[in-house]
């Protein structure tokens, strides 16, 4: 039996050698994200940056005997963030500060906006190529930002990046699976819009229970889109989802690494560069979006939608817009 786990625990199935770097590794985030990604046998060589700590994980998570070389990078080294960045695959951004009780992501934007467009100008000096999978909120505004950064350095590839709306769709899932007392790992629920209360919209209309009485649903619909709030409350001052988040974002990495490996059918929501509503000036919206060996490989559209949805779209779109071009003028001035 043990002979079994340790074959498969040492051997790498993988075809190909995934290099991962975590930027804010050292965080609420960074930590469990980085121990999920350690976890991952798609991931051969992980890189974890930060301003404090980044060594300690690093050290920490090198024990565990997974396929894998974990080495931490720090700010204070010279050349720190430029060897965790060198020929990544994929990068993964939890860099900045998480909300406190009564705060929106918004609130974060005047600190985290300037984190997240160093962060980007970094990667596009060193990592061109790579995924970016953005994390830090406001993700309505820090994808633009990360955008508007590649696009000035002349190497903004739309397929390559993504702002990560998987712990929505992962509490989507669990939430509705408690108000109908299902199993929530069959419960599939598309997420679309943005990363950000109102702009949050969970199609209940498009699972098998869309004939769910209103109030229950209305109920549901508010839950799903102030989750996060929930956990804020509940850590009263100490962050915002960590856990959770973490494995949502390890859970989008793995798909995203799945993509570039060329297997088939990998389709997750994300927050990406989209033709959707373009023509009413927003520029990313999050939708399901099957992934490939260059990345992004089709968007979804939205599919049918009930009225009620359609509302909440509408309401969305005026919010979004708004968090998008907040983003795109913050590097633009
Ligand atoms: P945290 O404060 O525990 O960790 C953030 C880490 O980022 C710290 O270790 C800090 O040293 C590091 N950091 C700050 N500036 C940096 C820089 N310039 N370079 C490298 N590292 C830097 O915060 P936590 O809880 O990990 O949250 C991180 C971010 O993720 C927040 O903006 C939060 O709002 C966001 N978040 C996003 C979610 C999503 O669904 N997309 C869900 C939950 C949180």
């Known amino acids: 039996m043990f002979a079994k786990v340790a074959k498969r625990a040492f051997s790498s199935s993988t075809a190909n050698p995934y290099k991962v770097t975590v930027l804010g590794a050292g965080g609420g985030i960074g930590q469990p994200l980085s121990l999920l990604l350690k976890l991952n046998h798609k991931v051969t060589d992980l890189r974890l940056y930060d301003l404090k700590g980044a060594a300690g994980v690093a050290a920490d998570l090198s024990h565990i005997p997974t396929n894998s070389v974990v080495k931490g990078f720090s700010a204070d080294a010279q050349d720190g963030i430029k060897n965790a960045l060198k020929d990544t695959d994929v990068v993964l951004i939890p860099a900045g500060v998480p909300r406190k009780p009564g705060m929106t992501r918004d609130d974060l934007f005047s600190i985290n906006a300037s984190i997240v467009r160093d962060l980007a100008t970094a990667c596009a000096e060193n990592a061109p190529h790579a995924s970016i999978l953005v994390i830090s909120n406001p993700v309505n505004s820090t994808v633009p930002i990360v955008a508007e950064v590649l696009k000035s350095k002349g190497v903004y590839n739309p397929k390559k ?38 702009t949050i919209i969970p199609l209940i209309s498009q699972t098998k229970h869309k004939l769910m009485e209103k109030e229950k649903r209305d109920a549901l619909i508010h839950r799903i889109q102030f989750g996060g709030d929930e956990v804020v409350k509940a850590k009263n001052g100490a962050g915002s989802a960590t856990l959770s988040m973490a494995q949502a974002g390890a859970r989008f990495a793995n798909s995203v690494l799945a993509g570039l490996e060329g297997e088939a059918d990998v389709i997750e929501p994300s927050f990406v560069d989209s033709p959707l509503f373009k023509s009413e000036g927003i520029e990313f919206f999050a939708s399901p979006v099957k992934l490939g060996p260059q990345g992004v490989e ?30 795109t003028a913050f590097v633009k001035s």
């Open 161 to 198: 990046l993504f702002g990560v709306t998987t712990l929505d769709v992962i509490r989507a899932s669990r939430f509705i699976s408690e108000v109908s007392g299902t199993n929530p790992t069959t419960e599939k629920v598309n997420v679309i819009g943005g990363h950000s209360g109102i």
């Open 298 to 327: 089709k968007i979804y559209s939205i599919g049918e939608i009930s009225p009620e949805e359609q509302e909440l779209l509408d309401k969305c779109k005026e919010t979004l817009k708004k968090n998008i071009e907040k983003g």
